[in-house]
């Protein structure tokens, strides 16, 4: 039986494979928790006055301390999956041995393996953050909160680059539609239907722009407690913490394939930098073309 049609070798265990190999410690005064102090007993429900106890605001506009709260809880929840990830490691492990030896029964073995494997994974990504949230004192039901909106300023900043364009591209087709004025095969109601075309783009842009509610209202909180931190790193945090490990590139199949590691070591290192307000090499702000230009004049 072919179980690599219902849950593919590299989708399903190189996910996990990649978890143990990723490797390294905490930088001096980045965070007082390690994984040992989780309590891995504790609900990870919120309990009944975790939940009291948190009012969202009407406004669904996040604090400058909720927003640290939320970088510190991450990265601990990366160390506590580092930390718990050698045994899932063992299982994957197991399938590719049972997969190259073949036959019908290993094959069969090997589609509750996958199964199991696969529940056991998403349970400690999603274990790992409500534990590691109480662990540094913060309260689950605020912090799930928290990671919402940090979801929704992910898709704000993504759609930000393109209604920008937008705005760009019908103020160039405005000045196009002027230059053909007097030209022949354009007459002044073709013109001035460019010209509608035009403002009706930028006007719908500008509206998405600013009707993103509470989306955009965090983005500036987020700019304004940290800084330095670049829109493309805020973007990643946001991005990783919402959905990002559970997407995980699956192409890490043996130990020589480091992929996934540096993609988890790279999310990782955004986490840590945004926390200190400090930019992540590569990732610093682009330069306006004019600025750029005139330095190297």
Known sequence: MNYSALLPRRAAAAGLLFLAAACGGDEP??????????????????????????????????????????????????????????????????????????????????????????????????DSYPRASRTLGYNPAEMEWVRERMGEVSAYIMTKPMLESMVQQAQTMRQSAESYRGQPGFSDEQIAEMIRNADDMERQAKEQMQTGGSAVRNFQVLRQARPNVTDEMWMTVSFAGASGLMMLPASMTSDSDTTAQRQLNEWRQVYTDALANRVTPGMEPEKPEAQSTAGES
Not at 60 to 82: G, H, M, N
């Open 29 to 126: 005064g980045e965070m007082t928790a390690k994984p040992s102090d989780v309590d891995q007993t504790t609900s990870i429900t919120p309990t009944e006055k975790e939940v009291a106890s948190f009012q969202a605001p009407a406004d669904s506009v996040l604090t400058p301390r909720q927003v640290e709260a939320y970088l510190k809880a991450s990265l601990l929840q990366y160390d506590l999956i580092r930390d718990e990830a050698p045994g899932l490691r063992k299982q994957a492990l197991a399938m590719e041995q049972r997969e190259q030896k073949g036959g019908v029964m290993n094959g069969l073995r090997n589609v509750a393996a996958a199964g199991s494997l696969i529940n056991d994974y998403s349970q400690l990504i999603v």
